[in-house]
T-cell receptor, first 117, second 110 residues
Framework: NAGVMQNPRHLVRRRGQEARLRCSPMKGHSHVYWYRQLPEEGLKFMVYLQKENIIDESGMPKERFSAEFPKEGPSILRIQQVVRGDSAAYFC???????????????FGAGSRLTVL | GQSLEQPSEVTAVEGAIVQINCTYQTSGFYGLSWYQQHDGGAPTFLSYNGLDGLEETGRFSSFLSRSDSYGYLLLQELQMKDSASYFCALRADSWGKLQFGAGTQVVVTP
């Protein structure tokens, strides 16, 4: 049973280009979360999605960032017109369902490291 | 909003016991979890507390006091492989989203 798959693992972009990060959740998981991590810092929540629905995007920058989780295929985090400050590790996590009374254990992918030149 | 505070770094020797404290502020509370991350890799789930008290999982235990908005992770019989970052994570609403603390770097020395 494959875990959460993220690609690319490393991505280099020049300022002004677009970055697309992909995430395939664990089999049987229908909830996807994106987090951003700067060096030596914690994980900052960005967005929470179910299939074809954005549940919570309170952590997403208002401009240039978008996320989707289509009916078929992986979840995509898209960053348009990247700037140097976007350089970070972007982690995707999945869970079987978000509406739980107990622990909502997130399974994380290995992350995508974006470097903006 | 929510906020979580945890120490930035703790150093201990092999075999010792380390306690990582986490204090939080939140309007809603659905539980406190702990995650481990090695060298910027995938964070992995360690423990969860939804109710007050101690949860024990092998060498790791986690404690919660909701009245004090406080929890801790206890690492016993420290091993070199326990050198990693440890994050407390707050679930503040029923949808399951987690807010993470800044992390505590645990350095285990011989």
């Amino acid at each position: 049973n494959a875990g959460v798959m993220q690609n690319p693992r490393h991505l280099v972009r020049r300022r002004g280009q677009e970055a697309r990060l992909r995430c395939s959740p664990m089999k049987g998981h229908s909830h996807v979360y994106w987090y951003r991590q700067l060096p030596e810092e914690g994980l900052k929540f960005m967005v929470y999605l179910q299939k074809e629905n954005i549940i919570d995007e309170s952590g997403m920058p208002k401009e240039r960032f978008s996320a989707e989780f289509p009916k078929e295929g992986p979840s995509i985090l898209r960053i348009q017109q990247v700037v140097r400050g976007d350089s970070a590790a972007y982690f995707c996590a999945s869970s079987p369902t978000g509406l739980l009374s107990g622990a909502n254990v997130l399974t994380f992918g290995a992350g995508s490291r974006l470097t903006v030149l | 909003g929510q906020s979580l505070e945890q120490p930035s770094e703790v150093t201990a020797v092999e075999g010792a016991i380390v306690q990582i404290n986490c204090t939080y502020q939140t309007s809603g509370f659905y539980g406190l979890s702990w995650y481990q991350q090695h060298d910027g890799g995938a964070p992995t789930f360690l423990s969860y507390n939804g109710l007050d008290g101690l949860e024990e999982t092998g060498r790791f235990s986690s404690f919660l006091s909701r009245s004090d908005s406080y929890g801790y992770l206890l690492l016993q019989e420290l091993q070199m492989k326990d050198s990693a970052s440890y994050f407390c994570a707050l679930r503040a609403d029923s949808w399951g989203k987690l807010q993470f603390g800044a992390g505590t770097q645990v350095v285990v020395t011989p």
